[in-house]
Nanobody, 121 residues
Framework: QVQLVESGGGLAQAGGSLRLSCAASGRTFDSNAMAWFRQAPGKEREFVAT????????YYTDSVKGRFTISGDHAKNTVYLQMNSLKPEDTAVYYC??????????????WGQGTQVTVSS
């Protein structure tokens, strides 16, 4: 099992920044990839970004490219999501996920509890 704990959510103004963190513990060696998804009220969960520990490759959904950056600290088993130039439409619960492959589909084995991000206009 892998446990994921997110932190760093909160309230920001449009144009502002937040940094989310996701700390992994447990059997982290079988999780080569970590990702962020988000779910806004009344909407389906959507992919935001993913990061591969082995290759360092990253993927982003189009709506966050150039504004969000995903990165990882392997020593701390922690992945970050730096969110800049925030927009009200970024408001959602953000979920961290871990799995064997960096993919844009929600086929990850482990999920965190989520952290709320609210962006005011």
């Amino acid at each position: 099992q892998v446990q994921l704990v997110e932190s760093g959510g909160g309230l920001a103004q449009a144009g502002g920044s937040l940094r989310l963190s996701c700390a992994a513990s447990g059997r982290t060696f079988d999780s080569n990839a970590m990702a962020w998804f988000r779910q806004a009220p009344g909407k389906e969960r959507e992919f935001v970004a993913t990061f591969s520990w082995s290759s360092g490759i990253t993927y982003y959904t189009d709506s966050v490219k150039g504004r969000f950056t995903i990165s990882g600290d392997h020593a701390k088993n922690t992945v970050y999501l730096q969110m800049n130039s925030l927009k009200p439409e970024d408001t959602a619960v953000y979920y961290c996920a871990a799995g064997p492959e960096a993919t844009m589909v929600p086929k990850y084995n482990y999920w965190g509890q989520g952290t709320q991000v609210t962006v005011s206009s």
